[in-house]
């Protein structure tokens, strides 16, 4: 099974300033046939789903701020806030959709207010 | 407009077994990936089940055996089938459409305890 890891574990950030988000995988998720980096990026907030915010490492999700992107390919990959918004407190996780099951997730990471 | 709406969470004691439903509206089940991910108290998602489209269904290692995923495309339906409960089963169970996953269920919450 492919591991996720991601990096910190938390994080303060003060409004405005950016915040950024390491995940890396065991093993390379990108798909040399096409290209593509099959790692997603979902926030959840306290009592809610995750949302989806990014797929394909780097492409925004309908309706995401543009102050969210993604980033990074193979084994490592970024989620960068640039500016830190209020609302953007919450956990963050990856997830790798690369070939068969099992698609596993990160362990998450809490971003914060400093 | 998609909903899916999951039920059939509760209490149940070790070595039990419950039925999870997933409910989905403005959406077909059986056109695309559904999944089950699951979250324990104040821990991190665990992808846990998928059916394809085909059929095809995988599960992780930790379910393995004692889950069922199945759906009824009459009542376009998700399901989750839990038997020999665990402790370390208990978690809020997420319904998840496609992958990367773009629509979520609230989530029902299955406790496992004596």
């Known amino acids: 099974d492919i591991v996720m890891t991601q990096s910190p574990d938390s994080l303060a950030v003060s409004l405005g300033e950016r915040a950024t988000i390491n995940c890396k995988s065991s093993?390379?998720?990108?798909?040399?046939?096409?290209?593509?980096?099959?790692l997603a990026w979902y926030q959840q907030k306290p009592g809610h789903p995750p949302k989806l915010l990014i797929y394909?490492?780097?492409t925004r999700e309908s309706g995401v701020p543009d102050r969210f992107s993604g980033s990074g390919s193979g084994t490592e990959f970024t989620l960068t806030i640039s500016s830190l918004q209020a609302e953007d407190v919450a956990l963050y996780y990856c997830?790798?959709?690369?070939?068969?099951?099992?698609?596993?997730f990160g362990q998450g990471t809490k971003v914060e207010i400093k | 407009e998609v909903q899916l709406v999951e039920s059939g969470g509760g209490l149940v004691q070790p070595g039990g077994s419950l039925r999870l439903s997933c409910e989905a509206s403005?959406?077909?089940?059986?056109?695309?990936?559904m999944s089950w991910v699951r979250q324990a108290p104040g821990k991190g998602l665990e992808w846990v089940s998928v059916i394809y489209s085909s059929g095809n269904t995988y599960y992780a290692d930790s379910v393995k055996g004692r889950f069922t995923i199945s759906r009824d495309n009459s009542k376009n339906t998700l399901y989750l089938q839990m038997n020999n409960l665990r402790a370390e089963d208990t978690a809020v169970y997420y319904c998840?459409?496609?992958?990367?996953?773009?629509?979520w269920g609230q989530g029902t919450l299955v406790t496992v305890s004596s």
């Open positions: 394909w490492a780097s």
């Open positions: 998840a459409s496609r992958l990367p996953v773009d629509y």
């Open positions: 403005g959406f077909t089940v059986s056109s695309n990936y």
């Open positions: 093993q390379s998720v990108l798909y040399s046939s096409n290209n593509k980096n099959y």
């Open positions: 997830q790798q959709y690369y070939s068969t099951p099992p698609w596993t």
